[in-house]
C-alpha cells in the first residue's frame, strides 16, 4: 500500500535550518508530483511546495527563496531544505501525493517549531 513517512522536523531558533525527508512506498514514486503542505494550530492546511517528475518545481510566496524541494528517485525519497526559518514557518509539515484513480495519500507530519 501507498505510504509516505516524514523525519526531520525539530526544535530551532529563528534563522536557523531543517532539512525535512518524506521516504515514499507502494507506488511508482518516479513519476508522481510530489508536494509538501504544512498545518500551524488553529489554521487551515497550506501549500508549501512541489516537485514533478522531471524535476520542475514551485514554490508558497512565503517560502520562496527560503525553500529547496528535491528528490531522489533511486531512494524513493523527496527532501525539503528549509534555510532562514522564522517563527511564522512553525507547523506539522506533511508530505502529499495524488494518484489518479486511486487516492490523495498524506503522511503522519513532522513537527517544525522555530522559536527562540
Known amino acids: 500500500q501507498v505510504q509516505l513517512v516524514e523525519s526531520g522536523g525539530g526544535l530551532v531558533q529563528p534563522g536557523g535550518s531543517l532539512r525535512l525527508s518524506c521516504a515514499a512506498s507502494?507506488?511508482?514514486?518516479?513519476?508522481?508530483?510530489v508536494r509538501w503542505y504544512r498545518q500551524a494550530p488553529g489554521k487551515e492546511r497550506e501549500f508549501v511546495a512541489r516537485i514533478g517528475s522531471g524535476g520542475w518545481k514551485n514554490y508558497a510566496d512565503s517560502v520562496k527563496g527560503r525553500f529547496t524541494i528535491s528528490r531522489d528517485n533511486a531512494k524513493n525519497t523527496v527532501a525539503l531544505q528549509m534555510n532562514s526559518l522564522e517563527p511564522g514557518d512553525t507547523a506539522v509539515y506533511y508530505c502529499?501525493?495524488?494518484?489518479?484513480?486511486?487516492?490523495?495519500?498524506w503522511g503522519q507530519g513532522t513537527q517544525v517549531t522555530v522559536s527562540s
Open positions: 502529499n501525493v495524488e494518484i489518479t484513480g486511486t487516492g490523495n495519500y
Open positions: 507502494g507506488f511508482t514514486f518516479s513519476n508522481r508530483v
